[in-house]
C-alpha cells in the first residue's frame, strides 16, 4: 500500500530534477543567428531553440504525449553546435 504512495512522489521529484528554475529543460534562450537558422534541417521549430551545455543547439518537440529536447540538425542529420564545440573535438 505504501508503494502507491510513494511512486508518484518519486516519479514528480526525479522529473522535478530535468528542468531548470524557470520550469524549462536547461540552457540558455537563444536569438538564432541567421546562418544558423540556414543550416537547420525542415520540421524543427526554431523557436524553441537554446544552447546547451555540450555547445549544441536543442530544439523542443513537442509529441502526442510529451515534449522533448532534441539536437537541432542540418538537412543531412549532423548536429549543429557552436565553433568552439568543433574545435575541442
Same mark, same amino acid.
Given at each position: 500500500?505504501p508503494?502507491?504512495? #510513494? %511512486?508518484p512522489? +518519486?516519479? =514528480?521529484? !526525479? &522529473? %522535478?530534477?530535468?528542468v531548470?528554475?524557470?520550469?524549462?529543460?536547461?540552457? %540558455?534562450?537563444?536569438?538564432?543567428? +541567421?546562418?544558423? /537558422?540556414?543550416l +537547420?534541417?525542415?520540421?524543427?521549430? &526554431?523557436? !524553441?531553440?537554446r544552447? *546547451?551545455?555540450? $555547445? =549544441?543547439?536543442?530544439?523542443?518537440? /513537442?509529441?502526442?504525449?510529451?515534449?522533448? *529536447? #532534441?539536437?537541432?540538425? !542540418? +538537412?543531412a $542529420?549532423?548536429?549543429?553546435? !557552436?565553433? %568552439?564545440?568543433?574545435?575541442?573535438?
Amino acid at each position: 500500500m505504501p508503494y502507491r504512495i #510513494l %511512486a508518484p512522489i +518519486a516519479l =514528480c521529484s !526525479t &522529473l %522535478a530534477a530535468c528542468v531548470d528554475a524557470s520550469g524549462r529543460p536547461g540552457g %540558455a534562450p537563444v536569438n538564432l543567428p +541567421a546562418a544558423v /537558422q540556414d543550416l +537547420a534541417g525542415p520540421n524543427q521549430d &526554431l523557436s !524553441t531553440v537554446r544552447l *546547451m551545455d555540450d $555547445g =549544441c543547439y536543442w530544439y523542443r518537440h /513537442q509529441g502526442p504525449v510529451e515534449a522533448t *529536447m #532534441l539536437p537541432l540538425r !542540418t +538537412a543531412a $542529420g549532423n548536429p549543429i553546435c !557552436t565553433s %568552439a564545440t568543433a574545435e575541442a573535438s
